[in-house]
T-cell receptor, first 121, second 111 residues
Framework: GAVVSQHPSRVICKSGTSVKIECRSL??????MFWYRQFPKQSLMLMAT?????????EQGVEKDKFLINHASLTLSTLTVTSAHPEDSSFYIC?????????????????FGPGTRLTVT | QKEVEQDPGPLSVPEGAIVSLNCTYS??????FMWYRQYSRKGPELLMY????GNKEDGRFTAQVDKSSKYISLFIRDSQPSDSATYLC???????????FGTGTQLKVEL
């Protein structure tokens, strides 16, 4: 499967500051990347779908002006949490999905990064 | 009602036991079903996926999907302590990329 990295793995920031999280595909060119958020004891919730060269698609209830997504290349997507608050503290995970133009079930697999633990104090 | 329901556990079993993990879902449009394993503070890794109803076996793991009852299962044979993790089921509509996850079941395999 594809190898996905995230940076940083852990970040602590003060309330009101902004934090950028990077998601890199190390061996695969991904036209689509996904950003999830996972609170303790809860499922992964899709926040947005990041498309290379175009605007991200946000899920209902996710503020696009607060969670800025940039997918400038086929190997890098970034999530910036602007004006972070303690309630934004969570585990943020990206994943990448292969080119949707390719046929076959296996081509729709999503490969997840190791996650970024954000703590806002 | 959540689209995918999963008992959070924890489920504790002795080493060597057969483990049964289950999910129910409500979205009739789901065509693909996945099981992910997530170790503590790590990203999920894909274990198995199945298309529509049926069984799929891979080593000690067997995935089952019954679309008529909207029930999906993962069986782990000869469970090992290294299987201790949280197991997440997920469904996806045909032709789409969006995965909908259950909350995950925490499994502990004890020596």
């Amino acid at each position: 499967g594809a190898v996905v990295s995230q940076h940083p793995s852990r970040v602590i920031c003060k309330s009101g500051t902004s934090v950028k999280i990077e998601c890199r595909s190390l061996d695969f060119q991904a036209t689509t990347m996904f950003w999830y958020r996972q609170f303790p004891k809860q499922s992964l919730m899709l926040m947005a779908t990041s498309n290379e060269g175009s605007k991200a698609t946000y899920e209902q209830g996710v503020e696009k002006d607060k969670f800025l997504i940039n997918h400038a290349s086929l190997t890098l997507s970034t999530l910036t949490v602007t004006s972070a608050h303690p309630e934004d503290s969570s585990f943020y995970i990206c994943s990448l999905g292969p080119n949707a133009g390719l046929a076959g079930v296996g081509r729709y697999e999503q490969y997840f990064g190791p996650g970024t633990r954000l703590t806002v104090t | 009602q959540k689209e995918v329901e999963q008992d959070p556990g924890p489920l504790s079993v002795p080493e060597g036991a057969i483990v049964s993990l289950n999910c129910t879902y409500s979205n009739s449009a789901f065509q693909y079903f996945m099981w992910y394993r997530q170790y503590s503070r790590k990203g999920p890794e894909l274990l198995m996926y199945t298309y529509s109803s049926g069984n799929k076996e891979d080593g000690r793991f067997t995935a089952q999907v019954d679309k008529s009852s909207k029930y999906i299962s993962l069986f782990i044979r000869d469970s090992q302590p290294s299987d201790s993790a949280t197991y997440l089921c997920a469904g996806r509509e045909g032709g789409g990329n969006k995965l909908t996850f259950g909350t995950g079941t925490q499994l502990k395999v004890e020596l």
